[in-house]
Each structure stands twice: as structure tokens, then as C-alpha cells.
């Protein structure tokens, strides 16, 4: 059996909504895939189409080259593990990591020793004779971890793992998770989050949802310097979207002309410039716009500048000023051409 | 609080007490009072005795407990069975299903019990099946009584339990059979000790479709102490009343230690 | 019989518990119904076919129009509607202020006598008339601290046998049905709206009725409505009484059926008694649906 998962134009609706609205995407074998959106974007619903507890209303779902669409969940051979852990309450560690192995009657023998290897794997053979109640709230998900590795599944689906924890624990497990993703190369992961760090940080790839589709699917880095459409902009990385008429070379924004790449769009259209807020500089330089400061906020090492050029607000990450500038200063801010990215209008749903 | 003043909050205290001492602490007083009495002229019961006791404990009194404890056992368990079984089988079926199994489930509940017993003592003094004056017209009209109570309890605890560990079970290979024995029912398994304590309970107060059937080789308690006020002995039938009061709270408390070392959180 | 769901020794539900997500879109395998077969058929043996039997005994020729027009069966009608009516307003407003107090106006106890409520309802009803024969019978307490004060032969309660005795019973033994409702209903009210309310300087009873009492209508109505019906289906209490004056729709189908041997008479009344509750209960649990109950 191959790992990997293919959506083939899956559409899911419940009561006449459409959740999930033709999706195909493809995970392939050993990658790790964030879906990331917002809450209702379709992609927890794109992840339990995998686990077989939502039947698509069209569309086929591939698990390697196995199509799994009308399988049971019992049999598709997928690890999944959920925000609440879903950890058996009246099972011991041990028997909770035991369960698939029993349920799928793998021989007696061999179970301790995946008991085991499974644990130790997640760091939590000391506690292999605990209940789940007495263990924290980490220590829970490195079981639900180990209990969904003790199958040994081709495909591994998380769903918000990480979102019950608090925000230390959080940054510790997400590195545990490469850790894994590491020794166990040939896995596919299908990560659900609305955290564009966590999605960051793990994923291969990232496929960003909003409203029940697929917005925009490449690797972060990609996704974080050339977004496609202003939804990815905006959801990853919280961009700067300042919406400009598209001239011979440049693009106008509040009549000024800035210098940034323009290829591909028709001159006299408009669009929208894409900048990262901590691209743009204080002080004169390139592209520099003038305005008044509208707000500030002071963030430890750097100061965010809300600067208000016309009817609109620039946002600015500069590191930390020596004196928090008063509201109403004049500033000029400006940013690099290379640092900008024209989204046309008509992309997604912009 | 509700109330931030001291005398409010006396004026409050002393009406609930006014209120609930008289209704519900003082009957249960009196009763067990006048269990231990031979006398109750003026305003105190006289004559302490414990022969109403002693005569509670034995011959007929004594084969009327274990009726009542043989008839709550089994019309328990088999109410459980039948109700949990619907219950899960109702969960499982689609919305229209699941309606329909509910209410024929909860049909008893609304029925009256004198006529539940009238409904059992028709069907059965009759072909095909006659079973009027045997002790088991009397077990199947309490079975019937409580089933309604077992199939709610058990169905609330289905609702109320997070379908995520169902799914987790299904994803980690385990078919539908193996989730409800190794994960369903031990999840369940506090709320249905709870529901057969309710169902005991029940069945050892019933009177109602009781008095429609019962053969005289097959008294249940509350009979007797209907029989036993009926006739005046007002003070047998308290002796009677606080042994049926006991035996079930007994077996209350039993089932409410297993559920405690059944309930897992 | 006691209530629905009194789930005597439940435990409160514990938090996360609640069903995280429901798919509308969950399988329902072709292959479950048969599975609801086997209960079915033994409710059907047990329950509806007896059922069943009593309606179609009950269409006996002229058996409805004799007792329809019958005196008796109109007086236990009318008396089982008014008792039934009485015993839960009576049970509504009591449990309602007992409860108010448990909540509210918290005391050393109270959970105790929470507890007790609890093991109120697992007693059987006819103890409360048995109760109240040592309390207010011709012998009992109350006339017999009369007798002693006064020296009278005879002192001056003596509703137990009337109407009035039948309902001071099944409002004791009822109120607990309603209390249960509202103390988890309260129980789940925000202190912080209380507070809220009493900082802007409103008085205890402006918070009860403009705060309070609405949050609590739904859990009133769930219990009322199921005492309403447990009052008109109640026996053991009216027979305990010994009343020949008071002749409910039970008691009419006992007497009808063992005393007078007319089977016919009997399912006449049972299926009146039958239409009258079902009607109600499911009233109750269109109500307690849409509490949440």
C-alpha cells in the first residue's frame, strides 16, 4: 500500500450548504500538508472526508492509489488526532495504545512490543500504566500521538492538535512533530490549523481555505513572499493590500507612482499591492509615501506604525524606536520594489 | 447571593424551613416513628416497640420483601436490556427512526400505571398466552412500567456521550460491534448503573398496576402495606413502609458505589 | 410511577462532554434498522398489543355511551382534572420558592437537603398519605395536640378523606418533581447577571421576577406539565386515602375492573385516562425539547 491522498473534485453540504466545495488537492506520500483557514473554512471537513466520518456529496477520495470513498472509517488505515485527544477515559495508556492493534488483531505477541516502540517514540513509556486523568494536557496528546502511530498508518490526519495547549507546550510539541515527521519519512500528514505558525514551521506545503474552497496551495515560503490572492496575503502574515491602478511601469497608489513589478497586468487596471508589513522601512528610500501616524503600538522589540497615507493605513514594523513617536507626527515610510507583489483583481476570490 | 441583608436572609431561611419541614422531613419522621409504636392518641406516638419489626422480618412480611426484591431484579434487568438496546439502536438510526422509536419507547411513561396493569391483565387472561395468577403478569407489568425510564436514561447518556471517542475508535480499525463493547458501553456503563438503580427503585415502590394483579402467592410489599393500612393496622403498615423505604435505599447506595468506581472523570 | 430521567444518582455531566460536532453527513448504514427490531417486538408482546386490546374492548357496543353519560364517570373526570390542575399549581409555586432559596440564598445544609429531594422521589407516593394519617388523621398529631389543649373530644381537621387531603398529598409528593428542573436550571444561571442586576440597585424581588423567573420558565414548564400528568395518572395516593368521595379516572378503572368485574367500563375510562395524559405528555415533551431539558 502506497501512502499519499488525493482529492478528486470532493464536494461536501450539509443541509443544503455546501461546506467543502470541489476540492482537489494532492498530498503526496511522506509530505506533510497544513490545511489552514479560518473556523468554517471547509478544512476540518476536508480532513474528516479522509477519516471517512463525512461522505462527500461528489467526488472521489484517494488514500495512496486506493480509492476510500465509500470505505467505512474502520478501514481506511489512517492515524487521526484530534484537538480534544479523544483519549478512552476507562483505558489505561497502555491499553488506549493498544486498541487499534487489538481492534485490527494484529497477533498478541507482537502488541506489547508496538505498545512500546509507539511510547517510547513519543516520549511517555513511564506512563504506559496511568489513566488518561491523571496525565496533563500534553502528556494526553503525546498518547493520542503514540496510539495513532501504534498502527503504524500510511496517512496521518491532526486535527488542531496543538490548540488545547497552552502557548509554551504548544512551541515544544510542534517540534516534536518535525521530530516524528523526520523518523517516520514515509507518512503523509495531513495537518488541519488555523495557526499560520504552526503551518509554517511543519508543513510542505500549505493549502490556505476560506468559504469552502481551496484559495491558494504551495510551499510557506512561497505562499509567504508571493501570495496569490489578497485572502492568502492577509491570513498569512496579516500583509499590507493597498489597492493601486496598474500603469506602463508601476503601479499608482494615492497618486504616487510606486516602482513595483507590474508583468502580467493589463496597464489601467486595478489591483492590489501586496507588501509585509515588516518589509517597510521608516525614513525615506524607494517607494516612500508620506503620511500622518494614526496609531502606535509598542511590541516589545519592534513598534507597528499605522501610518495614514489618504484614505488609507500603512502598516509598518520597524524595530524599536528609542522614543514612541506621538500620534499625528509626519513620517515617511517606503519599501523595496522586489518586497512588493501585485495581486490582480479577479484572482480568487479578491 | 440574592439576598445581602441578614434579616432577609433569616425571613428566607425560616420560610423554606416553615415550608419543607412539615411537607417533606415530617412525614418520614412520622412514619418511622410510628413503626416503633403501638399507640398514637394526643400528639405523640406511646408504647415503643420493635414487635412490628419483628413481625416485618418474617412469614408473610418477609416473603413479601423478597417478592418485591425478585420482581425489582428482574423486571430491572430486562428493562435495561430492552432499553439500552433500543436506545443504541434508536442513536444509530437516522432522525425519522430515531423519533419514532422514541416515542413508542416513552409511550408508558404516559400512560397511566392502573392501566398498564388493566392493558397486561387483559392480554394475558387471555389465548395465546395466560399467564393471569402467575407472578410473571406481575414482572411484566413492571417491566413494561420501567422500561420507559431505562430506554430515557440510557438514551440521554447516548446523546450525552462525545461522539469523538467513537470516532477514534473507528479510525484506529475497530468495527462498529467492537466500538460499542470495548468503548461505548464502558463509557456508558456509570449512567446505566444509574438508570437500573432508577428502575429498582421504581419497580419496588409500584402499587398501581400492582393491585390489578397480583396473585396471592405473589404479594409485593407495597401491597401489604396497602392491606395492612387498609385493614388499620396502621402500624404494622409503617413497620412495613420503613422496610421497603430501607431495602431500597440500600441498593441504591450498592449501585451509587459501583458508579462511582465506574465513572472514570 | 416517578419521573423521566429523575436519574436519581446522575451525575452532573461533566464538562466536554457535550457532543463537540454532529455531522449531517454521518453514515447511517443501510444494515441498522433490523437491529431495532428485537426491542420493538418485545415492547410490541408487552405493551401495545395489550394496548391495543384495551381500546378495542372499550369499542364493546354501548359501552362509551353508558359510561360517557354516566354521573360517576363525569364526577371523576372533573374531579381528576381539577385535582390534577390544583396539585400542579400548588407544586409549581412551592418548589419554585423552595428552590429559590436552595440557589440563592444558600445555607449550611443545603446540599443535604438537595440529596433529600432526591431520595424523596425514589419513595413510592402512597407513603406521604400514610404520613399524613399519623398527621392529620382523626387520631393523629394535629387533632391530637388539639384534643390535648383544648380538651374537645375530637379535634378539627378532618380533610384527609375529602378532595382537599388528596391535595395537600400530591403536592407533597409532587413539588420534588419540580424543584429538580429548576435547581439545575439555576444552578447553570450566570451569578454574574445577578450581580449585575443587584449592583444597579435592584431589589430581591425585581431580580426574581425581571431576572430569574424568566430564565426559569422553561424548566416551570417541563416540570410542570410532567407533574400535571403524573397527577392525573396518580392512584396510590387516592387509594391510600380511602376516600369515598374522591373518585379520580384510576381509581375508576381499579374498581371498575377488580371490584365490579366491567372490563368493559374499565377500558372505557382507560381509554379516556389514555387520551387525556398521552395528549399532555406529549405537550411536555414538546415543551422540555424546546428547554433543552
Redo the contacts between chains.
Sequence with gaps: MTSGIRFDGVTVTYGGNTVLDSLDLTVEPGEVMALLGPSGSGKTTALRAVAGFVRPASGRVFIGDRDVTALPPYERGIGMVVQQYALFPHLRVEDNVAFGLKARKVPKGEIPGRVADALEMTGMAAYARRHPRELSGGQQQRVAIARALAIRPNVLLLDEPLSALDAQLRSGMLAELARLHRELPDVSILYVTHDQVEALTLADRIAVMDRARLQDCGTPQDLYRRPRTEFTASFVGNANLLPVTVGEKGAAFEGVTLDVPVSGAAPGSTATLCVRPHLVGLGPGPNALSGRIGEVQWRGSTHRLYVEVGGHRVKADVRELRETPALGTEVTVHFAPEDAVLLAQGVGDG | MLVHSRTGRWTAWSLFAVLFVPLFALPLLVILAASFSTHWSGAFPSGPTTAHYTAAVRGESLQALTTSLVTAVTASVVALTVGTWAALAAAALGRKGKRVLDALFMLPVAVPSVVVGLAVLVAFSQPPVLLNGTRWIVIIAHTVLVTAFAHQSVSAALRRLDPMYEQAAASLGARPSYVLLRVKLPLLLPSLTAAAGLCFALSMGELSATVMLYPPDWTPLPVLVFTATDRGSLFTGSALAVVLMTATLLVLLAVSRIRTKASYR | ??S????????R??P??????????????AT??P??L???A??AV??????A??VR?SLAPGAYAEVLSSPSFRDALLTTVWLAVASTAGCLV?GF??A???A????PGGKA?SK??D??L???????T??????YGT???AN??W??ATGDPTGPFRFLGTPWGVLLAE??YF??FVMRPLLAAFSQMETAQ?EAA?SLGAR?SR??RQV?LPEALPALAAGGSLVL?MC??E??IV??T?AKGVTT??ML??SK??LESD?AA??VV?VV??AL??G???LY?GVSRRAGA
Excluded: K, Q
Design positions: 410511577m416517578a423521566p430521567g429523575t436519574g436519581l444518582l446522575e451525575r455531566r461533566a466536554g462532554a457535550v457532543p463537540t460536532r454532529s455531522d449531517p453527513a454521518d453514515r447511517v448504514p441498522v434498522w437491529w431495532a428485537p426491542p420493538v418485545v415492547l408487552v405493551f401495545l398489543y395489550p394496548l386490546l384495551v374492548e412551592l420558592v423552595l429559590l432559596v436552595i440563592f440564598v444558600p445555607f437537603v433529600f429531594i431520595v424523596f425514589s419513595f413510592p407516593s402512597f407513603l406521604i400514610l404520613a399524613l394519617l399519623f398527621l387520631v393523629g398529631m391530637g395536640i384534643t390535648d403536592i407533597t413539588t420534588p445577578l443587584s430581591p431580580i426574581v430569574i400528568v392525573l395518572n392512584f396510590g387509594l391510600f380511602g379516572l384510576p378503572v381499579h375492573a377488580i372490563y374499565a377500558c382507560a385516562n389514555v395524559s398521552v399532555l405528555y406529549v415533551r
